[in-house]
């Protein structure tokens, strides 16, 4: 049986345990004591969507960047509120960034085929200390004005921002399992998407985070993975990642709205130890988009998010397959990254790692590589440091051969869960552990 103990924070992970052969699939382990609460009749501050961000690529747009040119950007926000405030980064840009104007509204569902259209009424500039233009300097991120624009729990919000000067490389996420536009001039109030001719399925440009008001937060949970939570695998423009399926189950579970808000910071092909451009086996080139490595990623990526209160790390199966690394390196780095997690009054979660036989060319696994996994998991289930045990393993694994996922989730690829998948992880995460 799972169990809970107090905790500085509540620990935000979530429902019934799944069960497999008899074990549960998520365990609690004793943790620090005490609580904390926010006041139910004040408005305050929550994370309610955020994204890890990146330097851009050696070429392509990333590297080149925008030139008067604008970007519509969908994202899927988690809780809502009567309030917004957006935040743009140039975290890792090489030169100070102008922001011609930018503006928030909701999509146009009567034409649900076209993601680009906006519904016009709903439209409204951001401003920047009061004004509609600003200046990103080098290195640093931007935070729109508090904004009255009512948000619905669970729903789409439709940013769109003109950068009328070079940009030079730019600040991306580059895994967005979301379609998003790039049209040339300032498109930031037109409502029809017409102009935005440029239509990948990837790239979050410049944008990191979503905040909305709230009365009575609880906070934020952030998932801390690689490209299992980043959504690899599930439908495009569905939402079906595990952490957004997570949301859902949270949403639905509290009608108090004492929810809290669930921001997923997974950035594919992340590794513990190891640089993005380091290259891997099966001759994987390595780019800046995979992200510096995850101990370098804490005070952008979780310390740095609004009102996070319990983290959730998944990591370390890129670096078994893609750099072959001793378990004793991994759960040295996951240690290090739960010990500075707790450190800061946060609840620390940590999940074991999934199954990828069959992934990749001849060496991306191997029986030795197997062995590491199953070492790592094995220390995981047996530690006592966390506040708590997700085990995805038990979750996705076919009983009948452990090291690989489940036919029924898997997405093709043999590493990565499809949407049923994804439900399954999210329905792992016990929600009597909570403790709001």
């Given at each position: 049986?799972?169990?809970?103990?107090?905790?500085?924070?509540?620990?935000?992970?979530?429902?019934?345990?799944?069960?497999?052969?008899?074990?549960?699939?998520?365990?609690?382990?004793?943790?620090?004591?005490?609580?904390?609460?926010?006041?139910?009749?004040?408005?305050?501050?929550?994370?309610?969507?955020?994204?890890?961000?990146?330097?851009?690529?050696?070429?392509?747009?990333?590297?080149?960047?925008?030139?008067?040119?604008?970007?519509?950007?969908?994202?899927?926000?988690?809780?809502?509120?009567?309030?917004?405030?957006?935040?743009?980064?140039?975290?890792?840009?090489?030169?100070?960034?102008?922001?011609?104007?930018?503006?928030?509204?909701?999509?146009?569902?009567?034409?649900?085929?076209?993601?680009?259209?906006?519904?016009?009424?709903?439209?409204?500039?951001?401003?920047?200390?009061?004004?509609?233009?600003?200046?990103?300097?080098?290195?640093?991120?931007?935070?729109?004005?508090?904004?009255?624009?009512?948000?619905?729990?669970?729903?789409?919000?439709?940013?769109?921002?003109?950068?009328?000067?070079?940009?030079?490389?730019?600040?991306?996420?580059?895994?967005?399992?979301?379609?998003?536009?790039?049209?040339?001039?300032?498109?930031?109030?037109?409502?029809?998407?017409?102009?935005?001719?440029?239509?990948?399925?990837?790239?979050?440009?410049?944008?990191?985070?979503?905040?909305?008001?709230?009365?009575?937060?609880?906070?934020?949970?952030?998932?801390?993975?690689?490209?299992?939570?980043?959504?690899?695998?599930?439908?495009?423009?569905?939402?079906?990642?595990?952490?957004?399926?997570?949301?859902?189950?949270?949403?639905?579970d509290r009608p108090d709205k004492r929810t809290p808000g669930v921001l997923n910071l997974s950035l594919a092909g992340n590794r513990l130890n190891h640089e993005g451009t380091e290259p891997g086996d099966g001759n994987y080139p390595g780019y800046y988009q995979l992200g510096p490595n995850a101990a370098a990623r804490l005070n952008e990526d979780v310390f740095g998010q609004t009102g996070v209160r319990t983290v959730v790390t998944h990591l370390g199966i890129n670096d078994i397959w893609m750099s072959n690394d001793t378990p004793e390196a991994i759960i040295g780095t996951l240690r290090q990254i739960n010990q500075q997690l707790q450190q800061r009054g946060l609840t620390s979660l940590v999940a074991t790692l999934t199954p990828y036989e069959g992934h990749g060319a001849p060496g991306v696994w191997t029986p030795q590589k197997e062995a590491t996994r199953q070492a790592v998991n094995a220390y995981l289930r047996g530690s006592r440091e966390f506040d708590g045990l997700l085990d995805f393993d038990r979750v996705l694994r076919d009983p009948a051969r452990p090291s690989q996922l489940l036919p029924a989730y898997d997405s093709g690829d043999h590493i990565h869960p499809n949407d049923a998948g994804n439900q399954a992880l999210a329905n792992a995460v016990p929600l009597r552990l909570l403790d709001l």
């Open positions: 049986m799972a169990t809970a103990t107090p905790k500085r924070w509540p620990v935000i992970a979530a429902a019934a345990a799944l069960l497999v052969a008899g074990a549960p699939a998520v365990v609690a382990s004793a943790g620090p004591s005490g609580t904390a609460a926010s006041r139910p009749d004040r408005a305050e501050w929550a994370g309610s969507w955020a994204t890890a961000v990146t330097r851009g690529n050696s070429v392509g747009l990333t590297n080149t960047g925008l030139n008067d040119q604008s970007v519509r950007m969908i994202v899927h926000v988690s809780v809502g509120g009567p309030a917004l405030r957006v935040r743009l980064s140039n975290l890792y840009g090489e030169q100070a960034v102008s922001v011609g104007r930018a503006t928030v509204a909701r999509p146009n569902t009567a034409t649900p085929d076209d993601l680009s259209d906006i519904d016009a009424a709903s439209v409204r500039p951001l401003t920047f200390t009061g004004a509609t233009t600003a200046t990103m300097n080098r290195g640093a991120e931007l935070l729109s004005d508090p904004l009255a624009f009512p948000v619905a729990d669970d729903s789409d919000l439709v940013v769109t921002v003109h950068f009328p000067t070079p940009t030079g490389p730019t600040t991306f996420h580059g895994q967005s399992q979301q379609a998003n536009f790039i049209g040339a001039g300032d498109l930031t109030g037109a409502a029809e998407g017409t102009g935005f001719t440029t239509r990948p399925t990837c790239c979050w440009f410049f944008l990191s985070g979503v905040d909305v008001q709230r009365k009575g937060t609880p906070g934020a949970l952030v998932v801390l993975s690689d490209s299992i939570g980043d959504g690899n695998g599930s439908t495009v423009n569905a939402n079906r990642r595990w952490p957004d399926l997570l949301s859902d189950r949270l949403l639905a």
